[in-house]
């Protein structure tokens, strides 16, 4: 039985708009962990012990390294692969240009070149050393030994300092080089928003012979939501379902999950808590200028925007058998969001609300399974649409609306009567995972959101 090594791994966003953090999932041979999985568990455990019990324990640099204890390192990193940047320098910067995005390959690569050489010095002096101690284990005249002595004090010396430039050096590499996309489908549309390609189209704008209203006025009228209360409790942007329309969040999330559930997914819910560098590992910016993240005061936790970072830690830094491949989840959460940077966007009633309930498919596959799942995940998701009798588009979204990590993204637009127009109801997402940052396209993590917050079906 093959075992197929994968690693969980990322590293910082400089900026909300670039998603430049990443998310690996990729080989690495140096991973030890507790829990393994087979397909007789899969089978008869849907619920996989590492997912929920075992703990993983990761080593991550071999004994014969030399470590700088004064030098603080980062607790994971991502996996770029440098090399194959530089050598593909051209195709690297249409994509950077194509995603609109603001990392600049100039700097990241005069720091790679930099660091390439300052490590093949470090590696010269361990080398001069060892000579010496060498040199030192036979017989020797008390000057020469003393002449020895002094001369490996200065390698030391020399050495230390430059282990600590080069832990600085490729810090500063790795916080520079997280700006760059990774790189995209070929299929996918070049330009902005508007450029968005157009996969499906399902019914028609349904024709009122009365006045319609929108889902603020029918709430209110109906008595289903309250967000004056909601305010002078919680704040602008929060609200009170009340009476049917609770019942009918609950109705659409259960519909959900048992629709799902039949495709093979496990039904979770998750915490919604989780630690910062969880979210950092998602691609998420936990603090900072705009962040999207509601962070606790004097802990590393925060509240969690999507389930798709609770799901994305269950098998962080875990070696999984390939055979347990394909692992599919669907989770209910709430979701916690700032909303900052949206003023001057629809942020009429519940769109760009703080707080809301949401169900959200998660695939962990083989790189070669990549595509098929990805497709999967937005025919589920077209087929609830159309069961719901809703009109909806399916958008292959264009490269500058694509987030850092995404290889491929579609998005499902609902007609909105009240609003008059299409508004975003899901998305699927195609991330780019990958072994090598921009190497190989193993897209091993699919996921798609189903977000109900009675936005589609209380214009109707």
Known sequence: ??????????????????????????????????????????????????????????????????????????QWKASIDFKWIRDNKEAVEINIKNRNSNANLDVVLELYENMVNLQKEVERLREERNNVAKKMKGKLEPSERERLVEEGKSLKESLVSMEEDLVKLKDELQHVAQSIPNMTHPDVPVGGEDSSAIRKEVGCPREFHFQIKDHLQLGKDLDLIDFDSAAEVSGSKFFYLKNEAVLLEMALLNWTLSQVMKKGYTPLTTPEIVRSSIVEKCGFQPRGDNTQVYSIDGTDQCLIGTAEIPLGGIHMDSILLESALPLKYIAFSHCFRTEAGAAGA?????????????????????????????????????????????????????????????????????????????????????????TAHLNHFRRVLRKAKQTFQLLSLCTL
């Not at 590492?50 to 980062?74: E, K, L, Y």
């Open 346 to 434: 629809a942020t009429k009633g519940l769109y760009r609300v703080h707080q809301f309930s949401k169900a959200e498919m998660f695939v962990i596959c083989r790189p070669e399974d990549s595509e098929f799942f990805h497709h999967e995940l937005i025919q589920i998701e077209e087929d609830l649409f159309t069961s719901l009798g809703l009109h909806f588009k399916t958008l292959d979204m264009a490269t500058a609306d694509l987030g850092a990590p995404a290889y491929r993204k579609f998005d499902i637009e609902a007609w909105m009567p009240g609003f008059g127009r299409f508004g975003e109801i899901t998305k699927a997402g195609d991330w780019e995972y990958d």
């Open 1 to 74: 039985m093959s075992l197929h090594k994968l690693r969980l791994a990322a590293a910082v966003p400089l900026t909300i708009s670039t998603f430049s953090s990443r998310l690996f999932l990729k080989p690495f041979p140096n991973t030890l962990t507790l829990g393994l999985f087979s397909r007789r568990l899969q089978q008869h455990k849907p619920l996989l012990v590492r997912a929920f019990s075992a703990s993983a324990t990761v080593q991550d640099i071999p004994a014969t390294q030399t470590t700088v204890s004064s030098v603080a390192r980062p």
